[in-house]
């Protein structure tokens, strides 16, 4: 059985089957560099981006260290970002879903600080950097959503430092859940039933926590009748407890999307 993020027979997904691929027809386009784009900025666009073949779970989209040559934008799968720790350990730093940009690390120094490896089989689109500074129609069309996506991205990180601050392991896990829960509601996915990519074993290094620890968070949260989970499965069946348990009380966190 192939492990996704998310149900393929989902409508926002299956709106993209069998479709050749470009920007104007992508179902992650309003989530992409080219959102709010005109049509004929989007073919240009088209012109530049470098539609990668899939990458297998487990092959490296980024090392440590690379040149920093492109933007990257996830089109279908899932990423996980990491950082290799003084004693080898690795720390991973993000979890990366379709529609987001990764790889923006390497601006500053022109290499790539953390590395990107496919937790499933995952598509990217690629537009090399020198090319979209030189269009600048283009950089100037796409100024305001380059902006939006790092702040998007500076968003996650914050969440991250948040969750992994928390003192008890269910509610580190329980952040988590509602986090991947809202990122896929925006994706028009379901909030509420989804499929796992990542592992215990990720999941952990991700929340700085044993895998014992992120395994008993879950049967707690389980036993509690907060969620149910079959494998990587989970189905989320108390969205206001879980909240409780992430320390959020707010309307918006407390709705259920779907």
Same mark, same amino acid.
């Given at each position: ?7 393929? +027979?989902?409508? =926002?997904? !299956?709106?993209?089957?069998? @479709? ?25 666009? #088209? ?9 297998? @779970? ?22 996980? =970002? ?22 923006? #690390? ?12 496919? $937790? ?5 689109? =690629? ?5 979209? $500074? ?6 100037? =069309? ?14 996650? +990180? #914050?969440? %991250? ?6 003192? +008890? ?9 509602? #986090? ?7 994706? +028009?996915?379901?909030?509420? %039933? ?45 969205? !206001? ?13 407390? !709705?259920?999307?779907?």
């Amino acid at each position: 059985m192939t492990e996704l993020a998310f149900d393929t +027979k989902q409508p =926002a997904l !299956q709106a993209c089957a069998g @479709r050749k691929v470009s920007c104007t027809n992508c179902c992650m386009r309003k989530l992409c560099i080219v959102a709010g784009m005109h049509s004929d900025q989007m073919e240009a666009v #088209d012109q530049l981006v470098e539609h990668w073949h899939p990458s297998p @779970r487990g092959r490296h989209i980024i090392r440590e260290g690379d040149q920093f040559r492109q933007i990257l934008i996830v089109r279908s799968g899932a990423i996980k =970002a990491y950082q290799t720790l003084e004693n080898g350990d690795e720390q991973i730093t993000d979890f990366i879903l379709p529609g987001d940009v990764f790889g923006m #690390d390497g601006l500053a120094t022109g290499r790539h600080i953390a590395g990107a490896i496919a $937790l499933e089989t995952t598509s990217v689109c =690629a537009i090399p950097m020198q090319c979209m $500074l030189e269009s600048t129609g283009l950089a100037k =069309a796409a100024e305001h959503q380059v902006l939006a996506l790092f702040s998007e991205s500076l968003n996650r +990180k #914050d969440a %991250h430092v948040a969750m992994i601050s928390m003192n +008890k392991s269910h509610e580190r896990v329980a952040a988590f859940l509602l #986090d991947i829960s809202a990122r896929l509601a925006r994706r +028009k996915l379901s909030s509420s %039933h989804f499929v796992l990519s990542m592992n215990r074993s990720d999941i952990s290094r991700y929340l700085a926590l044993s895998q014992e620890s992120v395994s008993r968070a879950f049967a707690k949260l389980t036993q509690a009748g907060i969620l149910a989970c079959s494998g990587r499965q989970v189905d989320l069946l108390d969205f !206001q407890a879980l909240s409780r348990y992430a320390g959020r009380t707010g309307p918006a966190d407390l !709705q259920q999307a779907g």
